[in-house]
């Protein structure tokens, strides 16, 4: 073994048979959308580098937690730049990126875009150097760049014998991007940490892409720091993004139902539906409210969310008719956007309700109703698709969630018909979730938070045929946003009074040993929780340009 290094070593978790993870499939076949652009082609051009999809794997080495894939029917001229892991626990559903130069975008003077390694270093090993036969053991390897390239993935073999040159390239470094440790696969004897990454820069300016390889930390690093970059999309002109006809046929095809809750009472309607029926702007320091026009249109537009304007509810007799809403109106708002340096497109889909509900606390066995906990006037969620651009699959579903949220994956997900998932939205808060159940908010081991309840009901908004397209920034005209979207003040009042005081009293009667701790859990919660305070828009958010919070 003269001239390797490695960091440190460990037994292989594989005492016997391990059961490798089978591939997934979406339900139904994937239609790719009508043809126009270099949307579901398969390849990509980011500047100076042309990259495919690979989802097609060839199993390398096994440990009890996860399996290292090579890709399989590599395009001819592309070259692998990593290999693959998955959790065994999981379906087998992720990609590789393979790469070739496109030699006509080279800048002049500048070196390759791709070149080979020099050598290989041993990161980790399962073997133990003590014995002789170590034919069956995992080894990662480090590939070793030129001067001036960086490698953006690891070499996996099964024994000792290093990797050939062959087996990757390096990219060249100014054609890489900073990545972080996004979600562990397994952590190999405490010496060894395996990660997914993601891009640092992300969400519709970013130009991070996510090449699918995997992140081996040896040393004790901040978790959200990676020794490997990724890819980074130098073309401007995001060719492989959908164009509205494409955008109309991945809606049809992927739009959710969304399903309340059998004893919801505050259901979403249209934002026509909403002003129509009697919704008020009000200005600071004027003391009735003015009419909206069922486009928004004279809703105060632009600037920020200064505090000078709000929308209520009509102050009348037709409350409470307004506030429950009105599902045979209700729409979907669809918000199209890159995602990864336009390798995928996100697809948020906002849901507006007149009225967010109180909450419920749970407290061990005991659940109690509020009154004023977690109400407001107006109401917007959401939830988002991400389909690659490579096929035209879906990849995943993020569940908007109160303050933050989750990424699923395709193959954790439930479909109703088709290659159409289901999300269910949360009695009175509207939270979504990929399953049904009870979900808190707070401790789930101690059994102490707010109560997310989701299930399957006769309340629900078919996404694929009830949405309209308000927001797709990379078609220029192609598509107009509404006037109300302009809006970036609250679409509820303020409203000051001391809700905490409800979930004190109940605290009060529990015993002195489960008292403190349960407060100690409330007090960690969103401070929006304890406010009656109206949202702002889907333009105010975070995540209109940026990536979800999670």
């Known amino acids: 073994m003269g001239g390797w290094s490695w960091f440190c070593c460990g037994r292989s978790h594989a005492g016997g048979a391990v059961r ?11 239609r790719v959308a009508a043809r126009g652009g270099d949307f579901g082609n398969g390849k990509i051009c980011i500047g100076e580098l042309e990259v495919a999809n690979i989802t097609k794997f060839q199993s390398i080495w096994s440990s009890s937690e996860a399996t290292f894939y090579e890709p399989e029917e590599v395009p001819d001229g592309f070259h692998c730049l990593g290999h693959y892991a998955q959790p065994n626990d999981q379906p087998l559903h992720g990609f590789l990126l393979v790469a070739r130069e496109v030699a006509s975008r080279r800048l002049v003077n500048s070196k390759p875009a791709l070149e080979k390694p020099l050598d290989y270093s041993l990161v980790w090993t399962s073997a133990d150097l003590n014995e002789d036969d170590s034919s069956e053991c995992g080894c990662f390897w480090s590939p070793s760049p030129p001067d001036g390239y960086t490698a953006i993935g690891y070499v996996v073999t099964k024994g000792l014998k290093k990797p050939s040159l062959e087996a990757v390239r390096c990219v060249r470094d100014d054609l890489t991007d900073s990545c972080e440790n996004f979600r562990s696969i397994e952590s190999m004897d405490t010496t060894c940490q395996v990660w997914k990454t993601r891009p640092c820069h992300r969400g519709v300016t970013g130009q991070g892409i996510p090449v699918g390889t995997f992140s081996c930390e040896t040393v004790s690093l901040n978790s959200d ?40 009472t505050y259901l979403p309607s249209s934002v026509s539906w909403f002003f129509e029926n009697g919704a008020t702007l009000h200005k600071k320091d004027v003391k009735m409210g003015d009419a909206i026009l069922a486009d928004g249109s004279n809703l105060p537009a632009g600037r920020t969310n200064d505090g000078e304007y709000w929308i209520d509810l009509p102050d009348d007799d037709t409350t409470d008719y307004v506030k429950v809403g009105n599902l045979k109106s209700a729409e979907l708002y669809a918000h199209v956007k890159p995602a990864h340096g336009g390798t995928f497109t996100d697809i948020a889909m906002w849901v507006f309700c007149p009225f967010n509900g109180p909450a419920t606390i749970k407290v061990g066995f005991a659940s109690f109703a509020l ?35 989750e990424w699923v994956d395709a193959s954790d997900l439930e479909f109703i018909s088709g290659n159409k998932a289901i999300v269910y939205s949360s009695k ?15 401790s789930e081991k101690l059994g102490v938070g707010v109560r997310n309840d989701v299930a399957r009901s006769d309340l629900s908004v078919d996404s694929s045929t009830q949405y309209k397209i308000i927001s797709a920034g990379h078609l220029g005209d192609a ?8 809006y970036m003040r609250e679409w509820g009042p303020t409203i000051t009074y001391n809700s905490r005081s409800e979930i ?47």
């Open 428 to 442: 009175n808060g509207h939270a979504s979730y990929p399953h049904p159940g009870c979900y808190l908010m707070g």
């Open 479 to 486: 598509v107009v946003e509404p006037c109300w979207l302009q």
């Open 504 to 550: 004190d009293t109940i605290l009060s009667f529990l015993p002195f040993f489960l008292r403190f701790t349960a407060e100690a859990i409330f007090n960690s919660l969103p401070v929006e929780l304890y406010e009656e305070e109206g949202p702002t828009g889907p333009k105010e958010k975070n995540n209109w340009e940026g990536d979800e919070r999670c």
């Open 225 to 264: 720091e990676s020794r490997l970059p990724c890819l980074k999309n130098f073309d401007s002109n995001l060719r492989a993004m959908p164009n509205l006809e494409q955008i109309h046929a991945l809606i049809k095809h992927y739009g959710p139902t969304v399903f309340f809750h059998p004893q919801e």
């Open 20 to 30: 490798v993870p089978e591939p997934f499939h979406l339900p139904a076949l994937a």
């Open 371 to 405: 009154q004023k906990v977690g109400r407001h006037v107006g109401d917007w969620e959401h939830f988002t698709l991400r389909i690659s651009n490579f096929s035209g699959e879906l990849s995943s579903i993020y569940f908007s969630q109160h303050s933050g949220g």
